[in-house]
Each structure stands twice: as structure tokens, then as C-alpha cells.
């Protein structure tokens, strides 16, 4: 984190079906129920703007309109209403912000994933935040054979989103971006398995944030 803020900024990464959503929940009422201010929040969305945003970005019938351009932009777009309208001033105020997805999702999907480039997507990523990074990031690593499956038993039958519904290759091409990023910054990003019963995932990452910030 570039700038001085009273708070903590957490970030959740990894490929779909990993679990996130779930885990960040619980994060977020274990942390309350110890008297921390935080808020629970998700990307692409957490403003007015950011989500219905997210409408357009994971709608499958858009799958053959959208270029990867502008999947990218508009990811970025709402990362910086984002990062302007709610995480900083909560970060300002000392709270602890618990984020589904941040700014490494961006390199890994659309960078590794689409191959537009991780440093592309890394430029814009820094312009869209002015800088701001996460003073820790989970990655809950799952084989993306297993995280598609899981995905698919979520939606029970309905449509993929633009992401769940691209082939094999790409889901692996996150994963081993995300992986990449851990190994060459393992301050910042801890790697969880995800491949295990949910409250062991719990555990897992609880022991971490413990570590880390002694909460």
C-alpha cells in the first residue's frame, strides 16, 4: 500500500469455483465478532456503477460482442469508481476492507487468460487504483478441472458466465498466473488450498490473517 491508512486492505484471488465468496463471509463475521470495523465487498462491482457494470461483464450473451479490449477497460472502470468511492475512504476511516477480487484477477484473466499482456494489464491496473495495493492477498489455489466442476453444481444448470464458459487452457493460464504472482511476492500473497472441507479452508486462513496482523 502506497499511501499511510488506519486500515487493511485483504484481498480474496483465485480461479472460479474456489470457493471465495464463502470463505470471505466467513472471514468477514469472525472479524466483527473480535470488534474490528470492516466491510465485506467484490469485483467487478461494490459501487452504483461498479455493478451494473458487472451486469454487462459477466452476462454470457454478451460473449461474442464484447472484444477483450474492452472487457479489460471496463473491468478497470470499475475498479477505479471502486477504489475512489469506497475503498479508500473505508481504508481512511480504519477499517478492515475485504475485497472478492482485486487487481490481480485483471492480470490473470485478461493478461494471462486473454493474453493481452500482464503488463499491460498491470499498467492500467496501477492507473485505475493511483497505486493502492493490498497489504495481504489470499489465493485459494484450486486444479481448474475441479473449480469448473464445482462451478458448474453452482449454477445448477444455468448459463456460464463469459468467464466460466472459456476453454480449459485459459482457466490454467489463470491459475498458473496466479501462482506466478505468489512465488515472486510471497510477502504479500499466501497461497491456501482450496481443495479442502470448508472450515479447514477456515482455518487456514484465520492462522494467516492472525500472523500477519495479530487480530
Known amino acids: 500500500m502506497t499511501e499511510n491508512y488506519k486500515g ?3 484481498t480474496f484471488e483465485g480461479p472460479d469455483g474456489s470457493g471465495k465468496t464463502t470463505q ?14 470492516c466491510i465485506c465487498t467484490r469485483e467487478p462491482g461494490g459501487t452504483k456503477i461498479g455493478e451494473k457494470l458487472r ?12 472484444s477483450m479490449q ?3 477497460l471496463l473491468l478497470q472502470t470499475a475498479r477505479a469508481q471502486h477504489v475512489f468511492e469506497l475503498i479508500k475512504p473505508s481504508l481512511k476511516e480504519g477499517k478492515i476492507v475485504l475485497c472478492d477480487r482485486y487487481a490481480d484477477s485483471s492480470t490473470a484473466y485478461q493478461g494471462a487468460g486473454r493474453e493481452l499482456g500482464e503488463d499491460v494489464i498491470e499498467y ?12 495481504l492477498t489470499l489465493i485459494l489455489d ?3 478441472e ?8 453452482r ?39 482450496a481443495d479442502q472441507k470448508i472450515e479447514d479452508i477456515q482455518k487456514d486462513i484465520i492462522a494467516i490473517i492472525k500472523k500477519e496482523f495479530n487480530v
Open 155 to 193: 449454477e445448477h444448470g444455468q448459463e456460464k458466465d463469459r468467464w466460466e464458459a472459456q476453454k480449459i487452457s485459459f482457466h490454467k493460464k489463470v491459475r498458473s498466473c496466479f501462482l506466478g504472482m505468489a512465488e515472486r511476492n510471497p510477502d504479500r500473497y499466501k497461497i491456501v488450498a
Open 55 to 66: 451486469d454487462i461483464l459477466k452476462n454470457p450473451e454478451l460473449n461474442s460482442l464484447l
Open 8 to 10: 487493511k486492505f485483504i
Open 142 to 144: 484450486l486444479s481448474p
Open 124 to 135: 492500467l491496473n496501477n492507473f485505475a487504483t493511483t497505486g493502492l495495493t493490498p497489504d
Open 24 to 37: 470471505i463471509n466467513l472471514v468477514y463475521e469472525y472479524l466483527k465478532s473480535k470488534g474490528y470495523p
Open 70 to 72: 474492452t472487457e479489460a
Open 146 to 153: 475441479e473449480g469448473l466442476k464445482r462451478a458448474d453444481d
